[in-house]
């Protein structure tokens, strides 16, 4: 576990990120919030949340057209729960939770923790090889190994199982170095200083969830292409 965590011990050598976890929840109750006020009186003239919820699933159903084809569609709810999420989550980092003083740690964005993150990317890693075992059956494992190449195909399979928790360490670690950098400069300059790093870190919060995003669109995409003869 990473230092500074809020962990609470649950027997048998199990131990939890309580503060991960409780603003898990938070991030995750926003969007629940979010989508039921979006969704709660649909128009044929939508109203601002309405608006703008039908224009991210309309960015991620082109997004998943583009990438992945016609097909790209049923993997919308995925992808764009998947940025939403993250980039909530993300943003959780900005709220100065210092004020509030726990004795057992302190309170940040869930996505500064590798566990999360690595959550996230087991759930890419199982979807991505589920759609692929969908769409080509046995086909997308032996598609790439050559059975009489042991090693290459020990690296096929490797390079399956690493691409994505390559995000989920590419995320933690941008979302970690910069509330640590806000942290410092809070610490050193408490007043306008901190400000401009502040709102770089808004922009880097998009940036990391769009990335992590898209990523996962392309390993999907990959997975599930026809393969031209």
């Not at 949340?49 to 992945?68: D, R, Y």
């Not at 740690?105 to 199982?126: C, H, K, R």
Request: with cysteine.
């Amino acid at each position: 576990m990473s230092e500074g965590h809020w962990i609470v011990n649950l027997g048998h050598n199990m131990s939890v990120n309580m503060d991960t976890l409780i603003t898990m929840w938070i991030a995750m109750a926003v969007l629940i919030l979010f989508a039921l006020l979006a969704t709660r009186k649909l128009s044929l003239v939508p109203n601002t949340l309405q608006t703008v919820a039908e224009k991210i699933m309309c960015f991620f159903g082109g997004l998943t057209e583009s990438m992945i084809g016609k097909s790209g569609a049923k993997h919308v709810p995925l992808i764009a729960s998947l940025f939403l999420f993250i980039v909530t989550a993300n943003l959780m980092g900005q709220i100065p939770w210092k004020i509030y003083h726990l004795k057992q740690g302190e309170l940040a964005s869930p996505t500064n923790d590798i566990n999360m993150t690595a959550g996230m990317a087991i759930l890419v890693l199982i979807y991505y090889v589920y759609q692929g075992v969908r769409a080509k059956g046995i086909r997308y494992f032996l598609r790439s190994f050559n059975p009489i190449d042991v090693v290459e195909a020990i690296v096929e399979l490797a390079e399956m199982v690493i691409r994505p928790f390559t995000l989920a360490l590419r995320l933690f670690a941008n979302i970690l170095a910069g509330e640590l950098l806000v942290a410092a400069f809070v610490g050193i300059f408490a007043y306008f200083l901190p400000l401009p790093i502040m709102l770089f870190e808004v922009f880097v919060a998009f940036v990391q969830a769009l990335v992590f995003t898209m990523l996962a669109t392309a390993y999907v995409a990959l997975a599930t292409a026809e393969e031209e003869h």
